[in-house]
């Protein structure tokens, strides 16, 4: 028998919850080793036998990012409604994880820690999480609500909309208005209107 793990899964959520907590509450330069295992009362051997550095933290906090979206999007149901469906992809998994998580994605999007290196474990989360979004824009081509268009082009329009809105949301809210929420519908429904005419009749 191999030797047992001496920290499991459950202390690697741990660490990652202390850490970013410790970035939401004093940024990145308050992020160590040593504050993030006197977080949760544990030894630095904690944080290095389960992530190999804090640069390795780093790595797997923005693969937490990405992780999150995919299983967030992978629980969202399948309705009669295609439209409706990937509108509230971006309004109730998107924009939550923007506004209620902005350290994890200010990590895995914006590269708040351009020193670290992301990956292939953070990649495939990052894939993984985008080829269930493209499901949901399949649906609307398969609907006959792209007007033509090609599902890999109208996902990356529909995944630069959710980036673009997020960092307007984290740099400067008031850009939104009074209603963030509701601008954010806005902007989708906009998109998918768009989508519905057909293609060809745009590059007249």
């Known amino acids: 028998m191999g ?9 690697r959520e741990a660490l990652l919850e202390a850490a970013e907590r410790l970035l939401e509450g004093a940024g990145i ?10 977080e949760i009362g544990a030894s630095t051997r904690s944080v290095y036998s389960t992530f190999g550095s804090k640069e390795g933290m780093l790595e797997a906090l923005a693969q937490r990012c990405f ?3 995919r299983d967030d999007i992978g629980r969202l149901p399948h309705t009669a409604d295609p439209s409706g469906d990937v509108v ?8 939550p994880m923007a506004v209620e998580h902005p ?13 670290v290196e992301l990956g292939p474990e ?7 999480g985008y080829e269930l979004l493209t499901e949901r824009i399949q649906r609307l081509a398969d609907a006959g609500l792209l007007g033509g268009r090609d599902v890999q082009e109208a996902t990356r329009q529909f995944n630069a909309l959710c980036f673009g809105m997020a960092v307007t ?8 208005g009074p209603d963030p ?24």
């Open 3 to 11: 030797r047992p793990k001496q920290h499991d899964e459950t202390t």
């Open 181 to 204: 929420e509701g601008a954010w519908r806005s902007a989708f429904e906009t998109l998918l209107s768009g989508f519905r005419a057909p293609a060809a009749r745009l590059s007249r």
């Open 88 to 95: 509230d992809a971006a309004l109730t998994v998107f924009r």
């Open 67 to 69: 992780e999150m979206l």
């Open 29 to 38: 330069g308050a992020l160590s080793v040593r504050a993030v295992a006197d």
């Open 103 to 115: 350290s994890l994605f200010s990590i895995a999007f914006l590269r708040a820690a351009p020193h």
């Open 169 to 176: 949301e984290l740099l400067n809210a008031s850009q939104l």
């Open 122 to 128: 953070v990649s495939d989360a990052a894939r993984s």
